[in-house]
């Protein structure tokens, strides 16, 4: 019933297998790949007809988890997979971004990339699988992909790359990167690093392309043995007439249009342009009035691509290494934690960070479980940073995707949880945008974050590069320009500090780049992201030693394990209540690791004197400020140290003899007491006379002591039986035996004189 194929592979330790025939028949190209126990699914659609009037290529690649995969169920209300997660969306973006270039112009049939994930076995992850899974299915579909493309992840341990590393091991060394490649060249790279240097980063990307070889051949078997025949492409038509005609009548103008340094005067004129050569095509063709658009466009970049190869200018007329002007302001927004203005050209972003407690951490759901991130950084592109009329709204998956590249940016240079306990917020707003907004990103919420306080290791930048190449001859540009990104071949983003880099990522327009290219592209970002850094330096060369008045401030104390259930009591009544009294947050973890927050510090005192009450030892000879909490004939029990109680008999509450402890304490009354004694089951005994009251020094005992001896017989008992001397237990012979009653005892019951019927009572009361 099926023929099913399989080509399989050993790959990073593990065995790498695709197949295709067994499931999802009915699609383009269907292809499951499994690499350990991980299984990707990746079906492709294609419209076998194109949309009247359609002149762009509607690409789809639709990511998406299946909890069932790992054994679990989607957590939320309804229990089941919705909207695409953060993950989903910017794996989505990973599969899509190597292999749109890899269509050839002028095809422009819809195509739809589903990948899901089957299984998840808990360490080979399946963003890889997706893309390998996805690049087979598309080059045994049919459809004109000019691939296949071979994906891998790379990490850095102990000075050695490791291909396809496990969770554990990305985070115990210091790089993620993800590439694809064809055979030839590297489409896309991906990364987080931890400050590292160009070499290094140049060679992690070359050992994943190596691997990306060994993925490109067997998928390359696959389709020997199950590609379906080839799409027919329709023949383009010659459009040389057409193409002379449009540099005839616009050429100049166009030529005159990308001289403008500024955007707005130059979208003006290009449009101007643009509409001369649409009223010279008016009576076309459809079919020619939409060739007459693209060829507007290509006349567009060989005039700026020409430009910037035989004269070196640009088109705002800078040299291809020269940066626009920077202007930086901290503490723009006054009520904001950490705020920060930051311009380059027209590009600029308004940052700010927001400090949080541990209870606005980010609960993120997923294959692996309940997981929670306490640092987050939102990018938002409205319509009017363009000038346009536009959506605006949720974000989009282009505001996902460059709000975690600026985040990777960050990560790197985060103190630990240690060191700062807040959780973290940057969002980025961008206010106007004319080239990489993302890296402007990473530059304003560096700023920000230092001047809310937030101790980085050291300020992060980040640089746009661009690439025009014709032939051998090529040119790479600092700080690209939106037009310069949309004619050029090439957007390579790096951002790090002065120590190295922190992250990475390129995307090709054509089919690759070499070594050379790539090479010089790292040492010129270098260059320019010291040059950024300098810049920064002049609004704020490093983080400000006090928090905002606005922010919250958080102390941390750690405790016995053992103490925990303590501070927490029965069902959380202690710290609920010590929250509901002080004003203050409190989270403890597993650990002993408390965290109290409040933007009050006297809160925090409160609830820090609270807990150290509970958790620490009373010791004889101290004395401590405390609270009556109970009042008995015998004396005043209170509470001190927070969490501790102790009895004051009636005795030393003063030096002179107190008839009545009401008369001369009360409930609630605060009150200083020195530890007298603690028994063997840890009861207290407090005093208050040998206290001053107002000022809590220590008094000196001017009572003289108890006459020591023997006391001799305690006399006749209320009941008049005589008890004898205490000591030989006489006399308890008239009580009878205690089990049956028996004996006049009188009611015993009843009593209500001595301590022991007052309940809460110190063992040394009790004789």
């Known amino acids: 019933m099926f023929d099913v194929k399989k080509v399989s592979i050993e790959w990073g330790g593990e065995t790498l297998t695709l197949e295709t025939g067994k499931v999802a028949r009915q699609a383009d190209g269907a292809v499951v790949a499994t690499l350990g126990e991980t299984m990707v699914l990746a079906a492709v659609t294609a419209a076998k007809t194109v949309k009247e009037g359609q002149d762009f290529f509607p690409l789809t690649v639709h990511y998406q988890e299946k909890y069932s995969g790992a054994g679990r169920i989607?957590?939320?209300?309804?229990?089941?997979?919705?909207?695409?997660?953060?993950?989903?969306?910017?794996?989505?973006?990973?599969?899509?971004?190597p292999i749109r270039p890899?269509?050839?112009?002028?095809?422009?049939?819809?195509?739809?990339?589903?990948?899901?994930?089957?299984?998840?076995?808990?360490?080979?992850?399946?963003?890889?699988?997706?893309?390998?899974?996805?690049?087979?299915?598309?080059?045994?579909?049919?459809?004109?992909?000019?691939?296949?493309?071979?994906?891998?992840?790379?990490?850095?341990?102990?000075?050695?790359?490791?291909?396809?590393?496990?969770?554990?091991?990305?985070?115990?060394?210091?790089?993620?990167l993800v590439v694809a490649a064809t055979y030839d060249a590297v489409m896309m790279v991906e990364s987080e690093a931890n400050e590292l240097s160009e070499e290094i980063m140049l060679g992690a990307v070359l050992f994943a392309h190596?691997?990306?070889?060994d993925v490109v051949k067997a998928i390359v078997k696959l389709a020997e043995q199950a590609a379906k025949d080839p799409w027919d492409m329709a023949e383009q038509s010659d459009l040389t007439a057409a193409k002379d005609k449009l540099k005839k009548l616009i050429g100049k103008d166009i030529a005159a249009a990308y001289k403008l340094t500024d955007k707005s005067a130059r979208s003006n004129?290009?449009?101007?342009?643009?509409?001369?050569?649409?009223?010279?095509?008016?009576?076309?063709?459809?079919?020619?009035?939409?060739?007459?658009?693209k060829l507007m466009k290509k006349l567009e970049a060989e005039i700026v691509r020409g430009a910037i190869l035989k004269d070196g200018k640009r088109i705002d007329g800078r040299t291809t290494t020269q940066i626009r002007p920077i202007v930086a302001e901290t503490h723009f927004l006054p009520r904001a934690h950490g705020s920060a203005l930051f311009t380059r050209g027209e590009t600029q972003t308004i940052a700010t960070c927001t400090l949080g407690t541990k209870d606005s951490e980010q609960m993120i759901d997923g294959l692996n479980g309940l997981s929670y991130s306490n640092f987050m950084l939102h990018y938002n592109f409205p319509p009017y940073s363009v000038g346009e009329v536009g959506r605006f709204g949720a974000p989009s998956r282009r505001d996902i995707g460059h709000g975690k590249l600026a985040w990777r940016a960050l990560h790197a240079v985060l103190p630990t949880k240690d060191e700062f306990p807040y959780t973290i917020r940057i969002t980025s707003d961008i206010t106007e945008s004319n080239g990489s907004s993302s890296m402007a990103s990473v530059c304003g919420g560096s700023l920000a974050m230092m001047d809310a306080g937030v101790p980085l290791k050291r300020p992060v930048s980040g640089i746009a590069m661009g690439l025009i190449l014709e032939g051998k001859d090529f040119a790479?540009?600092?700080?690209?320009?939106?037009?310069?990104?949309?004619?050029?071949?090439m957007d390579f983003k790096v951002a790090g500090t002065s120590e190295g880099i922190t992250t990475m990522q390129m995307d090709i327009k054509i089919a690759g780049i070499t070594r050379e290219i790539f090479e010089a592209a790292l040492n010129q970002a270098k260059e320019g992201r010291a040059h950024i850094l300098g810049e920064m330096a002049k609004a704020l060369g490093e983080a400000r030693t006090e928090l905002s008045d606005y922010a919250p401030r958080i102390e941390t104390m750690q405790i016995d394990k053992a103490k925990i259930r303590d501070i927490i009591g029965t069902g959380g009544k202690v710290i609920r209540e010590i929250v509901a009294t002080t004003g203050a947050k409190v989270d403890i973890d597993d650990e002993g690791l408390?965290?109290?927050?409040?933007?009050?510090?006297?809160?925090?005192?409160?609830?820090?004197?609270?807990?150290?009450?509970?958790?620490?030892?009373?010791?004889?000879?101290?004395i401590y400020d405390g609270k009556v909490v109970n009042l008995v004939d015998f004396g005043a029990f209170v509470n001190f140290m927070g969490g501790k109680d102790g009895l004051v008999h009636v005795s030393e509450i003063a030096n002179e003899r107190v008839e009545k402890v009401a008369d001369v304490l009360s409930e609630g009354q605060e009150?200083?007491?020195?530890?007298?004694?603690?028994?063997?089951?840890?009861?207290v005994?407090?005093?208050?006379?040998?206290?001053?009251?107002?000022?809590?020094?220590?008094?000196?005992?001017?009572?003289?002591p108890r006459e020591g001896g023997d006391r001799g017989p305690r006399g006749p008992r209320r009941d008049g039986g005589d008890r004898g001397p205490r000591g030989d237990g006489g006399g308890r012979g008239d009580r009878g035996p205690r089990r049956d009653g028996g004996g006049d005892r009188g009611p015993r019951r009843e009593r209500n004189e001595g301590p022991e019927d007052q309940g809460h009572v110190p063992d040394f009361l009790k004789d």
């Open 74 to 97: 989607p957590g939320g209300f309804f229990k089941r997979e919705r909207g695409a997660t953060e993950k989903e969306t910017l794996v989505s973006r990973l599969t899509d971004r």
């Open 102 to 176: 890899l269509f050839p112009e002028g095809f422009y049939n819809e195509i739809n990339v589903i990948a899901q994930v089957l299984s998840y076995d808990g360490h080979n992850e399946p963003d890889i699988l997706a893309m390998v899974a996805a690049s087979a299915a598309l080059t045994i579909s049919g459809v004109p992909f000019m691939g296949p493309i071979g994906a891998a992840r790379v990490g850095y341990v102990d000075g050695e790359y490791i291909l396809n590393p496990t969770d554990a091991q990305v985070a115990e060394g210091d790089l993620d």
């Open 210 to 213: 190596d691997a990306c070889k």
């Open 269 to 293: 004129a290009l449009n101007e342009a643009r509409a001369a050569a649409k009223a010279a095509f008016a009576d076309a063709a459809p079919q020619d009035q939409m060739a007459a658009g």
């Open 476 to 489: 790479i540009l600092s700080d690209i320009l939106g037009d310069e990104d949309h004619l050029g071949d």
């Open 594 to 622: 408390i965290k109290i927050s409040s933007s009050d510090p006297a809160q925090i005192e409160a609830a820090r004197k609270w807990i150290s009450g509970i958790v620490e030892e009373a010791e004889v000879g101290k």
């Open 671 to 683: 009150v200083k007491v020195k530890v007298l004694e603690i028994d063997q089951r840890g009861k």
């Open 685 to 704: 005994r407090l005093s208050m006379r040998v206290v001053d009251q107002e000022t809590g020094a220590e008094l000196e005992d001017t009572r003289p």
